[in-house]
């Protein structure tokens, strides 16, 4: 008889699902996983001794930096962050329990929609569709994620999962993100070489870029959004990474410290304190209140560059050790969803920043997910049991 480990049985209470489905709609939700922090110490040895050389570097490096105690208290606390979506990840087990968090980014899609038409009309789905509290590029993260979720739901019923899909993909096309369009092809692919049994994923992928491309191009279709995907322009990030590098070398061993890489990324700074582009087109400017703080949610438009220009070579290492690990652990695991976010979110990392804590919930997906790859609990040689699980 075929040994049915715990993880199989696992479903997390209802109240987890709804919970869920509304930190998309509600962010803050997800600090529920700090309850779930002791969920840590069920992780294999190996596991264990990843996260606490990560940990360590993160803290370590914080002394190195130019205020010390400031980079100790904020590289404790995004530690700790990190560390309870981890073991959010661990307390859920498979990512078929992340599922719920569909439902809210598609309500996030279609107000998405709705926001753009009623307060700009068509003219603000040309300049790119928008959000009040997702950021253009968030939103058309969020729709990749949501087809993610489509397509490997397998037993959903195709009366909800096409319109679900649909809404997702214009979405996606719709918010002209360049981005997430390289998470979509490199997860997707990475999925597919591993697990190629899912070959509606790879008829879906191939079809986004055909029809992507064609439109653009051949059609010459006036739709901005579409434009802004096939373009290879870097809309400036050259010179935010000459910024992160030229920042971190005043502090190479420890960097400048957690959320104090912004007041060096000079190129961003001179276009001064924005709140979202759909509020700053209705008239909604930036709080005199907080202009100061500009300089906390700049990012350097790559992941690694800007992990260096916080915390340095030290905290880097363990970050990429972490990183690494987890993409191994993935590989391991077989699970097309996990194999997509870990490396879609990779690729996109290296345009982006979309694993830096806070976020509105994708970052913190993403850590998550590591938490479910580094996770044993259930063998993955056994393919009746995969198929049980829909994996």
Known sequence: MTRIPKAAAFSPPRWVSWLLALIPVFPPLYLVAFSVLGKLRTLPQAARGILFFFAATQLLAAIFTPQPLLSLGLALLRTIVILA????????????NLRPLLWGQLLICGTAWLYTLT??????????????????VSLGLIAVVAMWFVIFWKGGAAWWRWPAGILALITFVASGSRGPLLALVIGSLVALLINNKNKLLLSFTI???????????????PFKPLERLT????????????????????????????YQGGAYLTYLLKEGCQLTPSLERNGVNCPDKIKSLTSIWLIAHNAWLHWMLESGIVGLSGFIVLMLYSAYKSIVLRDSFVLAIVFGFMAMNLVDVVVAIPSPHFSELWWAVVGISIYEDKPTSDVSLKRRLNV
């Not at 009309?121 to 790119?128: E, K, L, P």
């Not at 079809?207 to 279709?221: C, M, P, Y």
């Open 207 to 221: 079809l986004v870029i055909t029809v992507t491309a064609f439109l653009a191009i051949s059609l010459n279709l």
């Open 119 to 136: 307060t700009q009309g068509w003219i603000g789905v040309q300049q790119r569709l928008s959000h009040p509290y997702y950021y253009i």
């Open 85 to 96: 979506m981890i073991a959010a990840g661990v307390y859920l087990k498979q990512s078929r």
């Open 231 to 258: 373009s290879d322009q870097t809309s400036g990030r050259e010179y935010v990474w000459q910024d992160a590098i030229r920042g971190w070398e005043t502090s190479p061993l420890g960097g400048v410290g957690p």
